[in-house]
């Protein structure tokens, strides 16, 4: 595991190269995508660059890590609708080869068919996630099984109320999601966590220093051979 501590800025642009260094040598790379505040300056990075001519997504397949059950993709909440708004529009992807999974309909169905889609797009090249507070990645709670694939999962109380700020109120925040699980996430070929702030101090002290444990998702990452953590100073002072 590979650790860089910068500042915000310099995180996103850092972050940003990996991007144009795997699509210089991979155009049509597979990329699995996160949402929350956290990625948010790297996309915005990724915008410009494309902007300036320096990458381009032309040829790239994108999956997401996870979605909300019960929102469709117009809901201003909506993990599809983030990544239209912070990146895909912003970029020159291909939308119908950008897929965020579905929490409408069939749940369980959908979850078995996004795992076989990457299947057939060849698997994830470089994976970005976020960290909850609780060590989640995706919204891969704790306590949830290493060898999980794509799945619904019912979101802790913790996790609705960190994201309650961005509902009109508490009981807005749906209460389960889907979401890529742990092995899903192990099998991509690289991967990229950021993580911002002193609200995540602890889930990295505990994901980097603890041992391996499914209480805390982000600490399976320490077994994946290529996983590089971009922390700004104060998510990396308690390591
Ligand atoms: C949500 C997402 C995660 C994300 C986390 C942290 O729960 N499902 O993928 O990592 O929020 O969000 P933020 O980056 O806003 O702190």
Do not use: C, W
């Not at 700004?232 to 308690?238: G, L, M, V």
């Amino acid at each position: 595991m590979k650790i860089i501590i910068d500042s915000p800025e310099k995180i996103a642009a850092i972050a940003a190269e990996r991007y144009v260094t795997l699509l210089n040598k991979k155009p049509n790379a597979v990329l699995g995508l996160a949402t929350g505040s956290t990625p948010l300056g790297l996309y915005a990075k990724l915008a410009e660059l494309y902007n300036e001519k320096k990458i381009s997504f032309d040829k790239v397949t994108s999956f997401n890590l996870d979605e909300y059950v019960g929102l469709d993709g117009n809901h201003d909440q909506s993990y599809r609708y983030f990544m239209n708004t912070n990146l895909f529009d912003k970029v020159n992807i291909r939308k119908n080869a950008t897929f965020v999974p579905s929490g409408l309909g069939d749940v369980d169905a959908n979850a078995k068919n996004y795992e076989e889609m990457i299947a057939a797009a060849g698997g994830i090249d470089l994976q970005l996630l976020g960290l909850g507070q609780n060590g989640h990645i995706g919204f891969n709670e704790p306590g949830t099984p290493l060898d999980s694939l794509t799945h619904k999962i019912e979101l802790t109380a913790n996790t609705r109320e960190a994201n309650a700020r961005f509902f009109a109120s508490l009981s807005d925040v749906p209460t389960h999601a889907i979401s890529m699980g742990i092995k899903t996430v192990m099998n991509a070929k690289s991967i990229i966590l950021i993580a911002l702030g002193e609200n995540k101090a602890d889930a990295v002290a505990k994901s980097v220093n603890g041992k391996i444990d499914t209480m805390v998702p982000a600490s399976v990452l320490q077994l994946h051979p290529d996983v590089t953590f971009y922390l700004d100073e104060a998510a990396a002072s308690k390591l």
